[in-house]
């Protein structure tokens, strides 16, 4: 049984910063490519950031480029979320999920495969 694990959520003011982190069990974490995926209130999933099992090709979308960064730790089994700068906009349910942008046809696919965890709020607010 896959199972994700997120925590660090929280409230911030702009500029701040916040550490996430997602413990992930039920699965061979070392073998997968995981991902970040957040969720504004009243708006659709936005894939964030993925990378390799290893730790390497990492990708961020544009809004978050150059402000977040993805780093895992596959001996404990962890995926973080490293983010700078945050912004009003960053402000969202956040989901640690298995697999990569684009292995998926669509979000409710993806979520729906037992592979996302149950999210930690971020909230960016002066």
């Known amino acids: 049984q896959v199972q994700l694990v997120e925590s660090g959520g929280g409230l911030v003011h702009p500029g701040g910063s916040l550490r996430l982190s997602c413990v992930a069990s039920?699965?061979?974490?070392?073998?997968?490519?995981m991902s970040w995926v957040r969720q504004a209130p009243g708006k659709g999933p936005e894939w964030v950031a993925d990378?390799?099992?290893?730790?390497?090709?990492?990708r961020y979308t544009g809004a978050v480029k150059g402000r977040f960064t993805i780093p895992r730790d596959n001996a404990n089994n962890t995926l973080f979320l490293l983010m700078n700068s945050l912004k009003p906009e960053d402000t969202a349910l956040y989901y640690c999920?298995?697999?990569?942008?684009?292995?998926?046809?669509?979000?409710?696919?993806?979520?729906?495969?037992?592979?996302w965890g149950q999210g930690t709020q971020v909230t960016v607010s002066s």
């Open positions: 990378l390799y099992p290893t730790g390497s090709n990492i």
């Open positions: 999920a298995r697999g990569s942008y684009g292995t998926y046809r669509d979000y409710e696919s993806w979520r729906r495969s037992g592979s």
């Open positions: 039920g699965f061979t974490f070392s073998s997968y490519s």
